[in-house]
């Protein structure tokens, strides 16, 4: 079982996510201008790092995080986790072992370190519908369910839409279904792993 | 006037099939379905609901996230034919969010029902 803090984001994999091809590409860009100003070299050094920065940035983070979750099951498998509720969601995964009352966590800003927890230690859970405007403009575009472990807020996100859905569209109310799915289950744990 | 109410009766389940009259409805129950949120797979053989559905007397008896499904029974007052109407949905908080409508009328839900 895990004791460090959780941690939602680790700081030095997002500043290099973000800055590492961003450097690359102003170094690619200087030595072309310092040494190969025109020919092959220099629409190597120019469109290359460009290229793969943007690669990198679209795609990078996803391919990492998505090899990372495949371990994370594979690991608690093998450790005896009985894994009775996977959810995965945009910025984070989170697996319940009913039967032991433990959960395991992983986050898309920090892929490297995974938590497994006794579920116990969530301090507060519940249901975010997103419910916002008033009248006929009335809805959503975020439903997620919320737990508060070691203080820190983890916000899992079970529909997200870049408009907003009244409240008894199809899309919400499975939204609001899996989220109390989840809180029940994860209540149920708790109890457990107390 | 027959082809008529004949297109009309595909818009209303509770019309007799056989003879276009309005069928009275006979029972009602509710069931559990073991499916939970966004796994829901459709099925259209009744051996499936006969094997699966579990009895509950209240909606509130159904967990978050798990599917329900109301059985109707209908029986025509004029030619006497049967028909089971199976409406599978997902109970959420005061909403429901409808997901399937099957109706047998051959029978087939008849040894479960009765």
């Known amino acids: ?194 | 006037m027959g082809v008529l109410k004949k297109m009309r009766a595909v818009f209303h389940d509770d019309w007799c099939r056989e003879c276009q009259n309005v069928m009275e409805e006979t029972g009602r129950k509710l069931y559990m379905l073991p499916m939970t949120v966004g796994h829901y797979q459709s099925h259209r053989e009744a051996d499936y609901y006969k094997k699966n559905l579990r009895p509950v007397s209240r909606k509130a008896e159904i967990p978050a996230g798990v599917y329900a499904c109301g059985i109707r029974c209908y029986r025509c007052p004029e030619c006497g034919h049967r028909m089971t109407k199976l409406s599978i949905f997902l109970p959420v908080r005061e909403e429901e969010k409808t997901e399937d409508m099957i109706c047998f009328d051959q029978g087939e839900m008849d040894n479960f029902i009765w």
């Not at chain 1, 994999?13 to 200087?30: E, K, M, N, S, W």
């Not at chain 1, 490297?112 to 403009?137: C, N, T």
Request: net charge positive.
């Open chain 1, 1 to 194: 079982m895990e004791t460090k803090k959780v941690k939602k984001i680790h700081a030095g994999y997002l500043l290099a996510y973000i800055f590492v091809p961003a450097l690359v590409t102003a170094c690619c860009f200087l030595l072309s201008y310092l040494f190969f100003q025109t020919g092959n070299m220099a629409v190597a050094l120019l469109m290359g790092p460009s290229v793969l920065s943007v690669v990198w940035w679209v795609a990078g983070g996803r391919a990492i995080y998505k090899m990372k979750k495949k371990k994370l099951a594979r690991t608690l498998d093998e450790s005896g986790f009985i894994r009775n509720h996977t959810f995965y969601s945009d910025g984070c995964m989170i697996v319940v072992d009913a039967v032991h009352g433990s959960i395991a966590l992983l986050f898309f800003w920090n892929p490297f370190q995974s938590y497994v927890l006794p579920a116990g230690r969530i301090e507060k859970l519940w249901v975010d519908d997103g419910r916002g405007g008033k009248g006929f403009m009335e809805g959503s575009s975020r439903v997620s369910f919320l737990l508060v472990v070691d203080g820190v807020k983890i916000r899992v996100n079970t529909f997200t839409s870049n408009k907003r859905w009244r409240m008894d569209s199809d899309y919400i109310l499975t939204g609001i279904s899996k989220a109390d799915m989840m809180v029940n289950v994860l209540k149920d744990a708790k109890a457990k792993g107390n």
